[in-house]
């Protein structure tokens, strides 16, 4: 299981653990899952999905590390 902490420059939208995630990148969509070798990517407009959660991002960044996600987004809602 990965360790997720989704964000917005205003709250925490997720914090849990979770099997994959997948990301909306600047080379496409990527799906994260545990012992993932470690990344630093910009996300473009699309779904984020944890799980089975989908939450809709405007931009962001995400880090990966082996069995860590730790993602800050903007989203449509302005959270």
Do not use: C, N, Y
Not at 33 to 45: A, D, E, I, N, T
């Amino acid at each position: 299981m990965l360790e997720v902490t989704l964000l917005t420059p205003q709250q925490v939208i997720f914090k849990g653990s979770a099997p994959r995630v997948i990301f909306p990148g600047e080379q496409g969509i990527f799906e994260v899952g545990p012992f993932h070798r470690p990344l630093f990517s910009r996300l473009l407009p699309g779904t984020l999905i944890v799980d089975d959660q989908a939450f809709s991002i405007l931009r962001g960044v995400v880090k990966v590390d082996r069995d860590s996600v730790t993602s800050i987004v903007e989203t449509p809602d302005g959270s």
